[in-house]
């Protein structure tokens, strides 16, 4: 055999011993036990033995939520180079996974932020509507509450604020807690007992809503030298005390004292008379005050109905008398001496309609 022939043949066999020695170290290597050696797409094939590993969470304290998050945590684990879907559904997410650009709070801003405990909670559902009042129905007996027999005493039962001043000798009332109260009094130089809504002096009356009453009551014994039955209440900035008068203990049209008559005007099915007066040195809502006084009285008295409190004030505004910002309006009783009570049913201030 010639040299040539010789040389040839050594490195036939030479390759043969490569090639061969390559296949063996593919084939049988310590990580794959002998097992095929998949193809590149499908490494990430669920449940392929050569997957790529999760890359390590950037932060460490957060690495359990990456492992179970269904998203991938970034594009170096999705080696097939399959679409990702957005974590906030595909609305406005950076390419690349980047991250949402901070809230105006130094938060991270998210769709569904997680919760804190923090959050302000939803706005409570107004009231319902109250159905109109039946005076024809018979009221349910009114099931005893809070009853308080001090000067100043009050409360709040369904929503309603309650309240009783008098000067002199004592009464009671009890706030009902189905609605309505009841008052009593002895010989009290003044008393005073209601039932409706109270604000803090911030709001007009326009501002708050239109307000309304209904009421239903039934008296017993003497209302004293001067009584009113109706709703009453205050305003501040102008310091206003105001009276819209149903009945009296009188059983006819009360006159306010020290009072002028300013005009008429008809509303819920009658006609009311409007008067004026000043107090000068008197108690009010804010200590000792001299404060104006308006009235509307109702020119046939009733026991039970509906009464347009926001239209009364409109009629005043029509005559030049204006209310401030408002304090309360309640369903009231007040007497000026004499023993007596009276029943409420119904006693309940609304604010559009509620």
């Not at 409007?274 to 009733?302: C, D, E, M, W």
């Amino acid at each position: 055999m010639s040299v040539k022939s010789l040389v040839m043949r050594k490195r036939l066999v030479l390759g043969a011993a490569l090639i061969l020695g390559c296949a063996d170290a593919n084939l049988g290597g310590a990580d794959t036990e002998g097992g095929d050696v998949l193809p590149f797409s499908e490494w990430n094939r669920p449940g392929a033995t050569n997957d790529v590993p999760a890359a390590e969470p950037a932060d460490p304290v957060n690495a359990e939520a990456a492992e179970s998050s269904p998203t991938p945590a970034n594009e170096g684990q999705n080696g097939a180079a399959l679409p990702i879907a957005p974590s906030n559904g595909g609305a406005g997410t950076a390419p690349g996974n980047a991250s949402p650009p901070p809230a105006s709070d130094g938060m991270t801003a998210d769709n569904d932020p997680p919760a804190t405990g923090m959050e302000t909670p939803p706005a409570p559902a107004p009231p319902p509507p109250r159905a109109p009042l039946d005076c024809s129905v018979t009221p349910p007996a009114p099931i005893e509450g809070t009853q308080s027999c001090t000067r100043n005493g009050g409360g709040t039962v369904d929503g309603q604020r309650w309240f009783m001043w008098f000067a002199g000798n004592g009464g009671c009332m009890t706030a009902h807690e189905n609605g309505g109260f009841k008052a009593t009094w002895n010989n009290s130089g003044d008393y005073l007992a209601r039932m409706g809504l109270q604000w803090n002096e911030t709001q007009t009356h326009d501002q708050i809503g239109t307000i309304a009453a209904d009421f239903a009551f039934t008296k017993t014994g003497t209302g004293g030298s001067y009584s009113f039955i109706g709703v009453y209440g205050w305003s501040n900035d102008p310091l206003v005390e105001y009276y819209i008068v149903e009945n009296s203990f009188g059983n006819g049209p009360a006159t306010p004292y020290a009072t002028q008559q300013r005009g008429t005007f008809n509303l819920d099915g009658a006609s009311y008379r409007i008067y004026t007066g000043t107090k000068t040195n008197q108690p009010s809502i804010h200590g000792t005050a001299t404060f104006l006084q308006v009235f509307s009285v109702r020119q046939s008295p009733r026991q039970c109905g509906h009464i347009s409190i926001s239209d009364h004030f409109r009629q005043w505004q029509g005559m030049g008398i204006n209310l401030g910002k408002m304090y309360e309006a309640r369903v009231l009783v007040e007497a000026g001496g004499g023993s007596g009570s009276a029943t409420f049913t119904t006693a309940y201030v609304t604010v559009n309609g509620r």
